[in-house]
């Protein structure tokens, strides 16, 4: 398959090009079921382009990253110089350890005490400096020598350590005040359970259809006896407002909301042609420092 790469997300503002004077930051994510960059203006922090590609017959990165060489190469807008690159990877084991816990030598013991080490894979951790601990997580090794092959220099970041770093920071400096965050993709969701500023419960579960996501979330909800109708809730990610699903989530809570697009950064007006909460996380990857 010589690209099994299907575009479902596009926007360019012309200051993207090759060419063009501005200093440009690009942040990835790779998913289990394709990839999403971003493309900002590293002066101005001004976003300039979003691109989102579903990878087909593939569930995993593993299963699609030997494609990406080729498809990196010929595609117009990485096919350029950068200032900065930030890669940020899912792992759907993520062990959160306390700082006082982990030195640099027992990462691999901890990580195997809570979770398995795919083959193919090697662990990364992330300082989680605002929950004094780190994320310990998995990126395939194929991935890894790619990114620095392309991108020398490149920043790696765990998708979920910078989900919890970016919720919340979003919880303490916007006031969010909500006690469940639910981010949904096609193929994956994460619950993150609040108690104020502090962290709870995160985790992300493998879903196939909405209902997936509805089990799971009553699942957590119940082992931490809660009730939802007591709680206010934030969803991220790909749930439209005008969705069914989305109504009929908001019928199980007190309060649910869509957050708006970070004010640190400034965006193209092109970047109003998608809900301001479909990609949070990439777009906030450039405050998770």
């Known amino acids: 398959m010589a690209n099994p790469f ?29 990839f999403v960059f971003s493309l900002m203006d590293t002066q101005r922090y001004k976003y300039l382009a979003l691109e989102a590609f579903e990878a087909e017959e593939a569930n995993n990165i593993a299963g699609y990253t030997e494609h990406l060489a080729g498809f990196f190469r010929e595609h117009p807008l990485l096919a350029q110089p950068f200032a900065k690159t930030v890669v940020s990877v899912y792992s759907h084991s993520l062990v959160l350890t ?10 691999g013991e901890i990580f195997s005490t809570c979770a398995h080490l795919p083959d193919g894979h090697c662990l990364k951790t992330e300082p989680l400096h605002i929950m004094d601990a780190s994320g310990i997580y998995t990126v395939p090794k194929a991935l890894e020598e ?5 991108f020398p220099g490149c920043q790696f970041r765990s998708y979920g350590a910078s989900m919890i770093k970016n919720v919340l920071s979003a919880q303490t400096i916007d006031q969010w005040r909500a006690e469940v965050i639910i981010h949904i993709k096609k193929s994956h969701a994460e619950i993150l359970l ?3 500023d502090k962290l709870s419960f995160y985790r992300s579960f493998s879903i196939t259809c909405f209902d997936d996501l509805l089990y799971y979330l009553f699942y957590v909800l119940e082992q931490y006896d809660k009730q939802a109708d007591d709680m206010e809730a934030i969803v991220i990610g790909e749930l439209p407002m005008d969705n069914p699903n989305f109504d009929l989530l908001a019928s199980f809570f007190k309060k649910l909301t869509l957050p708006s697009k970070n004010d640190v950064f400034l965006y193209s007006s092109l970047f109003a042609s998608i809900p301001d909460h479909y990609y949070f996380n990439l777009l906030n990857l450039n405050t998770c420092e």
């Open 194 to 196: 609040l108690n104020h």
């Open 146 to 150: 790619f990114c620095k092959e392309v």
């Open 6 to 34: 299907r575009n479902k997300c596009r926007i360019a503002d012309p200051e993207s090009y090759p060419g063009s004077k501005a200093e440009k930051t690009l942040s990835i994510e790779f998913l289990p079921d394709g």
């Open 98 to 107: 306390p700082d006082s816990i982990l030195n640099g030598d027992n990462a």
